[in-house]
């Protein structure tokens, strides 16, 4: 089972990882935790948004990915 699923944002020519728990896919969406890239397939632009409020407050974790919580959606 998949624990992270990932989307790719492009800032300023570079790449980012946006992550979101695959448990908070579940609880959010309702969905498999087998098939996770599902629901982010179906509501990408959701998570696109969240992602996109998150690079504009600078939230970078460490690695320089951006982390989508539950509470972001």
């Not at 509501?43 to 992602?51: V, Y």
């Amino acid at each position: 089972m998949t624990e992270v699923a990932t989307i790719a944002a492009d800032v300023d020519g570079k790449r980012v990882l946006c992550r979101i728990s695959s448990k908070d896919l579940q609880k959010k969406y309702l969905t498999s935790a087998e098939e996770p890239m599902k629901a982010v397939t179906k509501h990408r632009p959701e998570l696109e948004s969240a992602a996109r409020i998150l690079i504009e407050k600078k939230d970078f974790e460490d690695d320089g990915s951006i982390l989508i919580s539950y509470k972001d959606l």
